[in-house]
């Protein structure tokens, strides 16, 4: 059954985006687009997963310089049983306001 979230939604700080919670363990196949808005100049965004709520590791990096990859690009990563997945803005600097935005779709999931 496919999923879709959207993390973060024109962050201007860098933190944790919305969870998507499962109500059981599931095993993933995860695309996730980065967008922006005002000229960054460098990005870093994780795609992390979860498995008690409560600790989240890293499973997957985006990082841009603002240019390359460009806006929009997307990035795919997988893990085994989860609980739960979300993007961490871990990094933004440079440009005007930069905001930044995230999505997440996940395919193939699997009850474990």
Not at 51 to 74: H, L
Not at 96 to 105: C, D, F, L
Request: zero cysteines; a negative charge; charged letters at 10%.
């Amino acid at each position: 059954m496919p999923l879709f979230l959207k993390s973060l939604v024109a962050a201007t700080a860098t933190g944790a985006g919305q969870a998507l919670v499962f109500d059981s363990p599931k095993r993933a196949h995860f695309g996730f687009q980065i967008s922006w808005t005002g000229s960054p100049s460098s990005i870093e965004v994780q795609l992390e997963v979860t498995i008690d709520g409560t600790n989240w590791v890293s499973i997957g990096t985006f990082t841009s310089n603002g240019s390359t990859p460009a806006s929009g690009a997307i990035q795919t990563s997988e893990t085994g049983p989860v609980m739960g997945t979300r993007l961490n803005l871990t990094g933004l600097s440079g440009g005007s306001s930069p905001t930044v935005s995230g999505s997440i779709a996940l395919t193939d999931t699997e009850p474990f």
